[in-house]
């Protein structure tokens, strides 16, 4: 099962992924939070990185996609994953096609979330890279490059729309009902 998971910052996507993850077994990979595992680790990706997730712009394509290509030749990612936070750009929806075909994702999940709500959430995490320049370029950033590349999987049949409204526990079981109900996917083998 290979799914990935859009929704504009601060949408829950990170929390929903992992809580999915888990209840399915399989890795969830977030770019954002393995490029913040390599800053804190001071690796040299993460000081290349460093600057520009502080700016809220995208890390090139060419140093993302070979992070991701790697992560998922793991053991771990051989039965599926969650995607999170990639693609972003149709580059990267193109780059993934490479790596896993154009038939690739069972499904592509996105939440839908009110926007005031969101710059709420997102103020409230208080994380070091959402200073509120941060916040307001990413969102810029989110409706310019990736909105478009949801264009390109609606073609493809694969995406369902979740209300990621209200509880952790209720937006989860909302996912978990999408995936099983086949709205847009292949039905999972939820729980086991
Ligand atoms: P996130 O936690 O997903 O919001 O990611 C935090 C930051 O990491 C982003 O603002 C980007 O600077 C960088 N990043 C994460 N995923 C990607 C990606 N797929 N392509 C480019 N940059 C990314």
Do not use: C, W
């Amino acid at each position: 099962m290979k799914l990935l998971f859009v929704g504009p910052p601060g949408a829950g996507k990170g929390t929903q992924a992992a809580r999915v993850a888990a209840s399915l077994g399989i890795p969830h990979i977030s770019t954002g939070d393995m490029f913040r595992h390599h800053v804190s680790n001071g690796t040299e990706l993460g000081l290349k990185v460093d600057s520009i997730m502080k700016s809220g712009e995208y890390v090139p394509d060419e140093v993302t996609v070979a992070m991701l290509r790697e992560r998922i030749a793991e053991p771990d990612a051989q039965t599926g994953f969650i995607l999170d936070g990639f693609p972003r750009t149709t580059g990267q929806v193109a780059a993934l096609d490479g790596l896993i075909g154009t038939d690739g994702l069972d499904a592509v999940i996105v939440l839908d979330v009110d926007e005031d709500a969101l710059v709420e959430r997102l103020l409230a995490r208080g994380r070091a890279d959402d200073t509120e320049e941060t916040i307001r370029n990413r969102f810029e950033v989110y409706r310019e490059q990736t909105a478009p590349l949801l264009d390109v999987y609606d073609r493809r049949g694969v995406v369902g729309h979740v209300d990621g409204m209200g509880d952790v526990e209720e937006v989860t079981g909302r996912i978990l009902t999408a995936l099983s109900d086949g709205d847009a996917t292949t039905p999972p083998e939820v729980g086991s």
